[in-house]
């Protein structure tokens, strides 16, 4: 492994260990619901469900069709105060 | 020299930014999976359309709020007073004492068999005959439906079992005793 993919790996660790990867999550959802991603989401949701049938929609038709829409609906100020959070988190715990 | 270490603390923080980049974009899939599951169950569950319902429906589902209703309209105490007709015996019964009747009617519950027992070690004085009233009395010693209410039996039962095991206790402390000796 690199000392790159090391340094990450070591992050990542801490990230979960001390609990802020939870917290970053928690946080991350709040913001979402707040700013109506969660509901502009699921009325997508809606339309592939009717679309694929109620019966039979699965959750990787969900999957492949609600991510790539999730992820660029993510307003840039929610984007924005989580990688000052994770930012934040980086310069005190991550060593060289 | 200076130059250098400029370099690499940009470096440093373009591979932080870099980092941060990657754990949000973690977090944001995390955050779609998320919903993706949770509408899925709702779905498959058949909750997910509940809020799309029609106002005429939605007003049959209203919660009730009236004195003597619950919260779907039905009565609650309607049947306190009532009496039942026991399909063993025949005889009327009062709702709320119709539980234990039954017990002992069929000879079916916890205690039936040892208060058939105590009838008949008491002999035939009682007539078969007997008022309503003397079942009820039954019933109020009976520990199954009343708290507090001890059977003079079983305290007898648990006072000989307790003395049977100091008894043997002592027993086996005695004959140990003549074994370390």
Known sequence: MSKDSQMRAAINQKLIEMGERERLKELLRAKLVECGWKDQLKAHCKDVIKEKGLEHVTVEDLVTDVTPKGRALVPDSVKKELLQRIRAFLAQHATL | ?181
């Open chain 2, 1 to 181: 020299p200076c130059v250098d270490r400029l370099l690499l603390s940009d470096l440093c923080d373009v591979k932080m930014d870099g980092l941060a980049q990657d754990i949000l974009s973690d977090l944001v899939e995390d955050a779609c999976l998320g919903l993706c599951f949770e509408v899925h169950r709702a779905v498959k569950q058949g909750y997910f359309f509940l809020d799309d319902t029609d106002q005429e429906s939605m007003r049959d589902f209203e919660i009730v709020d009236q004195p003597g209703l619950d919260v779907f309209g039905q009565v609650y105490n309607q049947w306190k007073n009532k009496e039942c007709v026991c399909p063993n015996c025949s005889r009327s019964i009062a709702a709320s004492r119709f539980a234990p009747h039954l017990e002992k009617c069929l000879g079916m519950g916890r205690n039936s068999s040892r208060i058939a027992n105590r009838r008949i070690v008491t002999g035939n004085n009682t007539n078969n005959k007997s008022e309503s009233d003397q079942e009820d009395n039954d019933d109020v010693n009976d520990n199954d439906w009343s708290y507090g209410a001890e059977k003079k039996g079983d305290v007898v039962m648990l006072l000989y079992f307790f003395n049977l095991f100091v008894v043997t206790l002592n027993i086996r402390l005695y004959q140990m005793k003549f074994t370390i000796t």
